[in-house]
């Protein structure tokens, strides 16, 4: 089966040039379809998850920024009695940037002594106590850790906020690696930010019973007659909405990682069909020595698929690379996504590598396979 | 039994509105260990019939059988199998792959058949010696004379133990003393290894070496000479 692998290997070894050029075209082209790729991913991970679908934020309606909702911190004992409601946590959000960013910095004030049990944080490094003794203190995710080379006893400044790395933490949920926790009085008192008694959204945790648009329904019923009126929505839907502007992107970039592999289809095909015709008489010779057709015309998939596979190998590992050490996520508004890599990924990177390599051969292949073998062999 | 029969073989081309007819109602039969010239002026049909004779080359009416298989009814795929197994083929421009060394390109044909690699090695070993090419084996095609690289295309037709080789002017791209060592080895491997063997030519000398001469000529063969003369058709 493997008997011609030397022939294939060598016959693109001696236009090494022309092999190059194409290996590295198809490989800058996989690297921005992973990146791309990586994107949706992120998107469909943060609105999809089961947190996403169970949990309710409550924001002040008709806002949209953090720094423009304003909800009385106290609110979350009003939640708290509505039946379905498990717990409340009130979340004070601050940050760098409104608009979308590749460098979003996003602050979450929560009481110390709930973030814990709310969320399901594994500390890498530092300590819970720390953190919850220490009024300045943080613990960050590892993403962003990663992005400003953060690590625990850090001393971390962006505007008017000052913390100090007491821990950093994985997620199950990558976008919240990208955030920072601080004690929720530590954020509210911060100057500029002015919210003593007054938090950015409650963040609502149900019951396994309960009907999450009825009871979000309940919670805006309720608190009508309060200072802020509410909008309460499911988790996914609020962050769907908040990255509206960033979902219309994403969506248009899609199709930017088609035109990479069409790219890709292309520059293989464009390759091997030269290849082929500077080797026609070869493969006459080949079949006057007994080669099938039908050998040659795996010869010249075995050509193309190897081409595009080192191509995509490069293009996808390297990717993956980026996305592992880079730490990369964009948001807007205070919610992120998180760029990572992931086995789906590199599946897809690969498997598309393959299936690109045999579609750009087909054509040069049985060009070669089927040719007049005479009229080649006295050309 | 004749080891080739050729009956009654025609080949026409369409060349615009004319029609070609380089091989016309032929007959010929090849006897096992024959070394058979073949010689006539450009375009009489030469090396259509040999194109013919190896299966690249379908005809428009009569047969070929070699060894009692009609190789003109084969398919293209089946005609490859039987190429693999039963002939091999002699350029004039030698025709090998430039990126293979000669121990690769001696190598090809036998790829093709079920044997093992120790097997097929001693195989390929023994041919590159039959043509006085053992120390050249790792050489690539560019590394190698003209005389060299053509004894490395006769290696590469002998190595797959052919019943039938087909040669087509092997010596024509050849200086003098060159050919000379060509037409010596090849009647050398006609009559030590038995091998039969069907040559075209221009040079007279050359079709010299071969025990039966034919003339073709507009398509026919017109003259045979040589010490066997039988199963000549046309003559």
């Known amino acids: 089966m493997f008997r011609f692998t030397p022939y294939v290997l060598k016959s693109l070894w001696r236009h090494r040039t022309r092999t190059l050029l194409t290996v590295s075209g198809a490989a800058v082209a996989m690297l921005v379809f992973c990146f791309v790729a990586s994107v949706q991913q992120g998107l469909e991970r943060l609105t999809s998850n089961e947190d996403s679908q169970r949990t309710l934020i409550v924001f002040q309606e008709n806002r949209f920024c953090p720094t423009s909702s304003r909800l009385p911190e106290d609110y979350a004992r009003q939640i708290a009695k509505i039946p379905g409601v498990r717990s409340v946590l009130p979340v004070q959000v601050w940050t760098n940037n409104c608009r979308a960013s590749l460098d979003i910095v996003v602050f979450n004030g929560v009481p110390a002594d709930k973030l814990q049990h709310a969320r399901n944080l594994t500390l890498l490094s530092g300590s819970w106590n720390q953190f919850k003794s220490q009024r300045d203190s943080a613990i960050i995710g590892s993403n962003i850790a990663t992005r400003r080379g953060l690590s625990v006893g850090s001393q971390f400044s962006i505007g008017e906020l000052s913390i100090k790395v007491c821990g950093i933490f994985s997620s199950p949920i990558p976008s919240e690696e990208n955030l920072i926790y601080t004690q929720l009085a530590f954020l509210q008192y911060t100057k500029g930010v002015d919210s003593v008694g007054v938090v950015t959204q409650h963040e609502v945790h149900l019951d396994s019973s309960a009907d999450p648009d009825e009871v979000a329904n309940q919670i805006d019923a309720s608190l009508r007659t309060g200072p802020v009126a509410t909008t309460t929505r499911r988790k996914g839907v609020f962050q769907t909405s908040t990255l509206s502007d960033l979902v219309d992107i994403i969506g248009f970039a899609h199709w930017l990682g088609y035109a990479c592999v069409g790219l890709v289809l292309s520059l293989i095909a464009t390759t091997m069909f030269m290849s082929v015709q500077d080797r026609m008489k070869e493969h006459a010779i080949l079949q006057t020595l007994g080669v099938r057709p039908w050998r040659v015309f795996r010869i010249v998939i075995s050509e193309s698929l190897v081409l595009c596979l080192i191509g995509g190998l490069l293009g996808t590992l390297s990717a993956l690379s980026i996305l592992y050490f880079g730490g990369m996520a964009i948001g807007a508004e205070g919610v992120t996504i998180a760029f990572r890599p992931s086995v789906e990924l590199a599946i897809l990177g690969i498997g598309l590598s393959l299936a690109v390599g045999i579609i750009a051969g087909i054509v040069p292949a049985t060009q070669a396979a089927w040719m007049n073998i005479r009229q080649n062999l006295s050309s | 039994m004749a080891l080739v029969e050729i009956r009654n073989l025609t080949k026409r081309f369409r060349k615009g509105d004319e029609v070609i007819t380089p091989v016309l109602e032929l007959d010929l039969e090849i006897e096992m260990g024959d070394f058979v010239s073949m010689m006539g002026p450009s375009g009489t049909g030469k090396s259509t019939l040999l194109n013919l004779l190896s299966g690249i080359d379908k005809p428009d009416g009569g047969s070929i059988h070699v060894d009692g298989v009609e190789v003109t009814r084969l398919s293209r795929g089946l005609l490859a199998d039987w190429r693999a197994a039963n002939l091999g083929y002699i350029f004039q421009t030698h025709n090998l792959v430039p990126v293979l060394t000669a121990y690769e390109n001696v190598e090809l044909p036998a790829l093709l058949l079920p044997m093992s690699s120790s097997d097929r090695r001693k195989r390929v070993l023994l041919a590159l010696e039959a043509v006085g090419l053992s120390d050249r084996a ?37 200086d003098a003393e060159t050919s000379e060592q060509i037409q010596v080895l090849l009647g050398r491997l006609n009559r030590e290894l038995n091998i039969t063997m069907v040559m075209v030519t221009h040079d007279s000398d050359v079709a010299a070496i071969a025990s039966r001469q034919l003339r073709l000529e507009h398509g026919r063969i017109v003259e045979g000479t040589g010490k066997a003369n039988g199963g000549i058709g046309n003559v």
């Open chain 2, 138 to 174: 790792n050489h690539y095609p560019r590394q190698l004379s003209g005389g060299q690289e053509q004894r490395v295309g006769i290696a590469r037709a002998i190595v797959a133990h052919p019943k039938l080789v087909v040669a087509d002017e092997p010596t024509g791209s050849l």
